[in-house]
């Protein structure tokens, strides 16, 4: 295979290094866990995994070095490979410093409960101070909450309601929801994967 500059391919751009798969189906489609380059995961929250395909391509491409290995291979006319199972990023990704401001990140802050009543599941987002009394939708103004809540609430202030707030919500860094995202793992994970993750999870005795 014909060696490729970095400048002239299109393929090592961001997206191309954080793309993750998001539902990889348990380990069955075999995808890879992405490491950046001082072998931290590049996120925990999609955990950062790869298809086979891509993990394969990176490192024909020598992109990334290939850390662990599953069993099965992929053959082409030329040569056989092991699927990666583990790699590492060559080239250091700087995390990014802005975090968007998206449901998904909201909840992610909020650890996925209510900021009122602390349940979980059936979440909505609500201003603290209501659209109609003159609050804006930013981070230090709109929290995670389940739909009681919201409904009992609507556009009063907590002081009105009886509510009060778990926490102050303010806006998050990338490192802050980086080590959020550690509380929740996926459900399924390859035992290769473990020597580099670290989950904020109970140990069983």
């Known amino acids: 295979m014909p060696a490729t500059s970095p400048r002239s391919d ?3 751009s961001p997206e191309f290094r954080t793309s993750f798969v998001r539902d990889p189906a348990g380990t069955r489609h ?3 866990l992405v490491l950046n380059a001082d072998y931290r995961p590049l996120s925990y929250l999609p955990l950062s995994l790869w298809p086979w ?3 394969v391509k990176a490192a024909v491409l020598d992109r990334v070095t290939i850390v662990s290995e599953y069993e099965e291979v992929v053959r082409s006319p030329s040569t056989t490979i092991r699927i990666p199972s583990v790699v590492v ?5 700087q995390p990014q410093k802005r975090v968007a401001f998206t449901r998904f990140n909201l909840f992610l802050r909020d650890e996925f409960q209510c900021q009122y009543c602390g349940a ?5 987002f609500d201003h603290v101070i209501p659209r109609a009394r003159g609050g804006v939708t ?7 909450a389940c739909g009681r809540c919201n409904l009992r609430k609507g556009s009063r ?3 009105q309601v ?4 778990r926490k102050p919500p303010k806006q998050p860094s990338s490192g802050q929801l980086m080590n959020l995202g550690r509380k929740f793992p996926p459900n399924h994970l390859h035992e290769s994967w473990m020597d580099f993750l670290y989950w904020d999870a109970e140990l069983e005795a």
Do not use: I, M
């Open 53 to 55: 395909q891509e993990a």
């Open 89 to 93: 990023l060559r080239d250091y990704v």
């Open 30 to 32: 075999f995808p890879a």
């Open 138 to 144: 930013s981070w230090e103004n709109v929290v995670a």
């Open 162 to 165: 009886g509510f009060s707030l």
């Open 10 to 12: 299109p393929d090592r």
């Open 120 to 124: 979980k599941g059936d979440l909505t």
């Open 157 to 159: 202030s907590l002081k």
